[in-house]
């Protein structure tokens, strides 16, 4: 069951957006640190309701100062006396409009409908010109794919509210009739829905809230005339017409469940109660219903029970696949977080909802009623998958990377030190600040990029000298993770692994810093590779809760790494790991249940990294040797680089190659043994190396061990990796 949000608050849960407008307002600071304040807000947004599960987030619903201004701008419909010249409308004119300038007063500002927000109202008379002239809600909609990876549905005004909110110009009070300038606006309208066509969007919302007003035929004929008119343009797009804050009379309702291109209505059934009426006995066959019962005009928790039961209902009469949970408008007539509340009284406190907890509540509610089952149904709908071919990708990962051939990398960890645990300890035990911890582990990375920048090595890691073990690590930045202090399970010989117990819902990241990362990748000009554990090794190394099958506690787990991934891309690393080295030992015994479990597996997978960009390169590693039966899972992986165990299974895997299955990423079979102590000759290497050119073309090859180096000494480690980069050189000369 799908969930969708009408609109945000944008001041930010600490008015954030308040200050930082009235210091910009003083010249107390520049355009960009404002525009910087805004631009982590809207993120910040959109990633909690990515995370919290929504599938259509809105995006144009943060704005500078008004959403109806925003729509004045993207027209062009300034009016003469601000002294705009033409070009996009900027932070100069726009203001000037909202709040005056020395020379000229402020635009008209009213109460939007029976809210108390007041937006400004456009002035608009017969000479006016419209052009297109504020390229914000593209560029949203773009933003909000680029750094959330939410495919967005862009938010416009619709064209006939926006008429019908304005107010005739000066002179022209008593004669002219708003809507006689539809023909004039739709042009500008068409230009920004082309734009945000080419920019991918799939879906758009028009919001025309004044169709809940008593509006007579020739203004309801007027969104007839303007959806039509804009059907062609509008082809290949989900339409969603959204209407709030009251019922909507029944002759509007037949208007609008009449428009030509229109797939998806949106009602208001908090403040509608008669529209559920008109619904029951009308609704169109195969459209969407948005069905707005989570209140976004008050701060009351939602009475879900209830909530529940209209939306039955209602699944009852527009079927399960298209009723979407929604809110009743837009969150910005409500409260943006209580959180912060640390003050109120803990048992009132459980009877609100501000707008961050509506969002989980509308989720909750779309989760309800689907049940567990169909939510994972519905996350297996879509792919997941990165939109260019790997080929593709790789060619321009190659044009950033500039990597020889035959490149030569690690798998992550370097040795863990007996000073190094002590480290760790000590910081847990807090008998060392962190600043000292902080420096500890700093001076450690710069080592081992020192030492990697010696060896010669392409691709560097940064060590991972602050994890005690690659799931615990994660999980403890997880919520729904417990952590045992004496959980011990033998690994393999003296080795155990402390599994952490998964027993709830795996979501709500803390934030997860990119912080190690990216100070390794500022001590070295060459690729750092950030490193994640994925999600499918998190939940084969865990104790997994048993109330829920395995599946769907998988398909909770990709969304974190998902942003972490994005935050790697953002702080500049190139180059991402996602390490599933648990992926082939979770295979199922039985060969009946295998399909559905590589099925499950490879997806989440893809999750975490289908929304970065071409140019980033994201590898996986994958441990255990037997990996010929499931090749063609890790070829619909869709990793650019996969680094794989390979040294003990006497190149079996290769095998699979021979025998001519196709492989067009990145490959590293390592080239020798982690688990022993022996150092491998350069020569050994360089054979090793030779059998896999036979079988895998030569552009696709990477030299790596078998593993991470973290139980390893360093006396082993440095001869072994040396050995390994020289055989790596020596191939290069003859290839
Ligand atoms: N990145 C991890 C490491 O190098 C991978 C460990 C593993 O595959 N088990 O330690
Ligand atoms: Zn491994």
Not at 110 to 117: A, E, I, L, V
Not at 419 to 440: F, Q, T
Request: aromatic share 10%; hydrophobic share 40%; charged share 25%.
């Amino acid at each position: 069951m799908a969930s969708h949000i009408v609109g945000y608050p944008r001041m930010g849960p600490k008015r954030e957006l308040k200050f930082a407008l009235e210091s910009f307002w003083d010249k107390k600071s520049s355009a960009e640190d404002l525009e910087k304040v805004a631009a982590d807000l809207r993120t910040s947004i959109w990633k909690q309701m990515a995370g919290a599960g929504i599938k259509y987030i809105p995006s144009n619903t943060f704005s500078y100062y008004d959403q109806v201004l925003d729509t004045t701008a993207m027209l062009g419909a300034v009016p003469p006396r601000y002294g705009w010249s033409g070009g996009e409308i900027g932070f100069d004119v726009y203001f000037s409009m909202a709040r005056g300038n020395a020379s000229v007063p402020a635009m008209e500002m009213t109460k939007w409908f029976d809210t108390n927000y007041h937006f400004i109202v456009p002035e608009l008379g017969p000479d006016v010109q419209f052009s297109y002239a504020s390229h914000k809600a593209v560029t949203e909609y773009k933003e909000a794919k680029a750094v959330s990876w939410v495919d967005s549905v862009p938010v416009l005004i619709g064209p006939v509210s926006y008429l019908l909110l304005s107010k005739p110009a000066k002179g022209v009070e008593k004669t002219f009739s708003l809507i006689s300038l539809l023909g004039k606006i739709l042009p500008v309208y068409k230009e920004v829905i082309s734009e945000l066509k080419a920019a991918g969007a799939s879906w758009i919302q028009f919001d025309e809230p004044t169709l809940v007003m008593d509006l007579d035929s020739h203004k309801l004929q007027a969104f007839t005339d303007a959806y039509s008119e804009l059907e062609s343009t509008l082809s290949g797009l989900n339409v969603l017409i959204e209407t709030y804050f009251a019922d909507i009379p029944a002759k509007a309702f037949k208007t609008l469940t009449s428009l030509k291109g229109v797939s998806a209505y949106g009602f208001d059934l908090v403040r509608g109660t008669k529209t559920l009426d008109l619904i029951k006995s009308e609704f169109p066959k195969g459209k969407y219903l948005f069905a707005g019962v989570v209140d976004g005009r008050n701060i009351w928790a939602n009475d879900l029970a209830s909530s529940l039961s209209t939306l039955h209902e209602l699944e009852g009469i527009v079927g399960k696949d298209k009723l979407v949970v929604s809110t009743s408008c837009s969150l910005l007539h409500t409260a943006v977080d209580l959180v912060n509340e640390t003050k109120l009284d803990k048992e009132i406190k459980s009877w609100l909802a501000f707008a961050a907890q509506k969002v989980v509540e509308v989720n909750a509610l779309a989760k309800a009623l689907a049940g567990e089952k169909d939510e994972a149904a519905a996350l297996r709908g879509s792919d997941h998958r990165r939109a260019t071919n790997v080929t593709a990708r790789l060619d321009a990962q190659q044009k950033k990377l500039d990597l020889p051939i035959l490149p030569t990398t690690t798998i992550g960890s370097f040795p863990q030190t007996i000073e190094l645990r002590r480290v760790r300890r000590e910081y847990k035990a807090n008998k060392i600040s962190e600043d000292d911890y902080i420096k500890a582990i700093k001076e450690e990375i710069q080592k081992v990029v020192k030492l990697q920048e010696e060896l010669d090595i392409d691709v560097l890691v940064h060590g991972e000298p602050e994890r005690n073990d690659m799931v615990e690590y994660f999980g403890e930045q997880l919520s729904g993770f417990a952590f045992t202090v004496n959980g011990w399970v033998q690994s393999y010989g003296s080795r155990c692994v402390k599994p952490p117990i998964i027993y709830g819902d795996v979501s709500r990241p803390k934030p997860m810093t990119v912080f190690w990362s990216s100070t390794a990748q500022s001590m070295t000009a060459r690729p750092m590779k950030g490193m994640l554990t994925g999600p499918v090794t998190i939940l084969n190394w865990s104790f997994v809760r048993n109330d829920q099958p395995r599946f769907e506690t998988c398909y909770q787990m990709p969304w974190p790494s998902r942003m972490k991934v994005e935050d790697l891309q953002k702080a500049g690393i190139n180059v991402i790991q996602i390490d599933e080295a648990a992926l082939r030992e979770g295979l199922p015994l039985r060969k009946s249940e295998q399909a559905f479990y590589l099925d499950w597996a490879v997806h989440s997978f893809r999750i975490t990294n289908c929304g970065v960009q071409d140019t980033t390169q994201i590898h996986t590693h994958m441990c255990y040797s037997n990996f010929n039966d499931i090749i063609h899972s890790i070829i619909d992986m869709d990793a650019d680089v996969i680094t794989i165990e390979n040294s003990r299974s006497d190149e079996k895997l290769l095998s699979v190659f021979r025998e001519g299955v196709k492989y067009g990423a990145g490959i590293g079979p390592g080239v020798y043994d982690i688990h022993s102590p022996r150092i491998p000759s350069t020569e050994e290497i360089a054979d090793r190396i030779n059998k896999m050119l036979a079988v895998l073309e030569k552009n696709i090859l990477w030299v790596n061990p078998d593993c991470g180096l973290k139980t390893r000494k360093y006396s082993e480690v440095k001869p072994a990796l040396n050995n390994m980069v020289a055989a790596a050189k020596l191939l290069r000369t003859s290839l």
